[in-house]
């Protein structure tokens, strides 16, 4: 297992910084720690492309977040963005929740389950975007696998304040003997999203 240790550092490090490097602008609280791991919502606006532009769509990029907090050393944690183990839901500022459909999505990537290692007292941030499309005229937030995770547009004109929460899961995989395997539920607080007043501090 010892060998092996250096690879899940460096996938985690890759994971987390793939890609164009991006400031969230939405950052939620974090959650309540369960079994030594607690974690938060962050949301950032991706670069675009000339469709992006062409059809003025903003596309979101949807950071989670965890940090060890636990009394020992490194946690490990299974991570299979095929099963989708973020799940989100989207409210507006009146409580009610704000459908899925019609977002035209696409998967980029699909990337292969993996295990994150956390050591004590650290922080790790990666993406749970991998999807893209288009929605004209609006920021398009999606997470996960089509279908499983959620897509949502918000139009660029709204006045009104979004708020996105979700669950994160996560159960070893089966015939693993890691040490120190975080298992358990995170339930994240609503990060705010208010699209007239993206450059202000949130």
């Known amino acids: 297992m010892k060998k092996l240790l250096p690879i899940i550092c460096i996938f985690a490090n890759c994971l987390c910084f793939a890609g164009p490097v991006t400031e969230p602008k939405f950052i939620g609280?974090?959650?309540?720690?369960t079994n030594g791991l607690r974690g938060r919502l962050l949301i950032a606006e991706g670069a675009q492309n000339k469709y992006d532009v062409q059809y003025n769509c903003t596309p979101g990029v949807v950071y989670l977040e965890l940090q060890n907090m636990a009394v020992y050393d490194t946690i490990y944690v299974y991570y299979n963005a095929k099963r989708s183990p973020l799940r989100c839901e989207l409210q507006d500022s009146f409580g009610n929740s704000i459908s899925s459909r019609d977002v035209f999505v696409s998967s980029d990537a699909r990337p292969d389950p993996c295990w994150l290692a956390l050591p004590l007292d650290s922080t790790l941030r990666f993406s749970t975007t991998?999807?893209?499309g288009l929605a004209?005229?609006?920021l398009l937030i999606s997470v996960g696998e089509e279908g499983v995770g959620g897509a949502w547009k918000i139009p660029l004109d709204s006045t009104n304040a979004y708020y996105l929460s979700g669950t994160f899961t996560s159960m070893s995989s089966t015939g693993e003997t890691w040490?120190?395997?975080w298992e358990g539920t995170l339930k994240l607080p609503p990060v705010k999203i208010s699209v007239k007043n993206s450059d202000e501090k949130h």
């Open 130 to 132: 991998i999807l893209s």
């Open 136 to 138: 004209r005229n609006s």
């Open 179 to 181: 040490p120190r395997v």
């Open 29 to 33: 609280e974090w959650s309540q720690p």
